[in-house]
């Protein structure tokens, strides 16, 4: 299957945000309350569709992409963070390295980053074996302010070639 990134429109904005994920995946379900955030052009959020321009997913770069209370090291442009959500239909579909590569080839273009950084939740084991395939590699580990969450941060240059 075939990914493409565009912008983000009210009506996709809509739509993800009636998304909910099954626990513990439910950490990424968003809410009515998002919408404004998904929207905001500086967020920098974007649609991921399929070739019959059917929604699949959404992302998201910067620091939007950031979890709240993480541990970062503030390297933009250098580094670019990336944020993601796939349509709770597809999860676990085996969807995920031709999605997160389409990301990944989109924001090479759109934001020319030297490296990629994402942050994902220690219990998302499928998240974390998708980006190891991806030529992503561990690169820190953090408890997120507040609730004390597990989240580990992994890495990849922006050309590199698997």
Not at 45 to 62: A, I, K, N, P
Not at 106 to 113: C, G, I
Not at 122 to 150: P, V, Y
């Amino acid at each position: 299957m075939k990914f493409i990134t565009q912008p983000i429109s009210q009506q996709d904005a809509h739509e993800i945000a009636t998304w909910q994920y099954e626990t513990p995946y439910s950490i990424y379900s968003l809410s009515k309350k998002d919408i404004p955030v998904l929207l905001n052009a500086d967020n920098r959020y974007f649609r991921v569709q399929d070739e019959s321009g059917q929604l699949m997913g959404y992302c998201c770069f910067g620091e939007e992409a950031k979890v709240p209370g993480g541990e970062y090291i503030d390297s933009e442009p250098h580094v670019i963070d990336v944020g993601l959500g796939m349509h709770p239909r597809i999860v676990g579909k085996g969807l995920g390295k031709a999605f997160v590569d389409a990301i990944l080839r989109f924001a090479t273009e759109q934001f020319k980053p030297k490296r990629f950084r994402v942050s994902i939740a220690k219990f998302n084991k499928r998240s974390q074996i998708t980006f190891s395939r991806l030529g992503f590699m561990k690169t820190n580990n953090f408890n997120r302010e507040g609730d004390g969450m597990r989240f580990v941060q992994f890495e990849r240059e922006a050309n590199w070639i698997g």
